[in-house]
T-cell receptor
């Protein structure tokens, strides 16, 4: 158990819908990262927040957005969902804002868009 | 842009034998970090080992060790005395010093033959 929690574990929804994925970082970690893993692919970095502020952006679609709240939990919002958005979405946290420190991954949220 | 290449989509090894997984990367940076993550069927991402580029000594963690060749931009993972629990996808990842995201390879699926 990494100490990072993600809810829900599974999500099935229809095209065009909007969903919210939630992540709680390890106690004491200020940085939250979101990654997308499509079927049998490597992880793609989406976005990072550090202590409530956006720190870095990867290949995140405009239909996707995220935020980090004062209690440091983070939410990833996916809207106008398409079939291709079906993937495993991981949240990771680290104590600092860069890769000097390990990123600890949550168990992921499996999103299926039908 | 940094890229990470894992040229072996699948590998298999007899239980108790040794296997080496390959990873190459491309970067113009001199300070960076390299990681191997394990993803078992549970899909949890588990950090196996990390290597700081400024360290000449290869990292080791019990049965896991790396062969880090900075000039060749190569970072292979050796698993000794393979066990059934080692069966998983293994991802090589790169993190630039002072940067935020990890760049992952496409993974190698390791099968352990009893």
């Amino acid at each position: 158990d990494s100490g990072v929690t993600q809810t829900p574990k599974h999500l099935i929804t229809a095209t065009g819908q909007r969903v919210t994925l939630r992540c709680s970082p390890r106690s004491g970690d200020l940085s939250v990262y979101w990654y997308q893993q499509s079927l049998d692919q490597g992880l793609q970095f989406l976005i990072q927040y550090y202590n409530g502020e956006e720190r870095a952006k990867g290949n995140i679609l405009e239909r996707f957005s995220a935020q980090q709240f004062p209690d440091l939990h983070s939410e990833l919002n996916l809207s106008s969902l398409e079939l291709g958005d079906s993937a495993l979405y991981f949240c990771a946290s680290s104590v600092s804002a860069n890769t000097n420190y390990e990123q600890y991954f949550g168990p992921g949220t499996r999103l299926t868009v039908t | 842009a940094q890229t990470v290449t894992q040229s072996q989509p699948e590998m298999s090894v007899q239980e108790a034998e040794t296997v080496t997984l390959s990873c190459t990367y491309d970067t113009s940076e001199s300070d960076y970090y390299l990681f191997w993550y394990k993803q078992p069927p549970s899909r949890q991402m588990i950090l196996v080992i990390r290597q700081e580029a400024y360290k000449q000594q290869n990292a080791t963690e019990n049965r896991f060790s790396v062969n880090f060749q900075k000039a060749a931009k190569s970072f292979s993972l050796k698993i000794s005395d393979s066990q059934l629990g080692d069966a998983a996808m293994y991802f090589c990842a790169y993190g630039r010093f002072g940067n935020e995201k990890l760049t992952f390879g496409t993974g190698t699926r390791l099968t352990i033959i009893p």
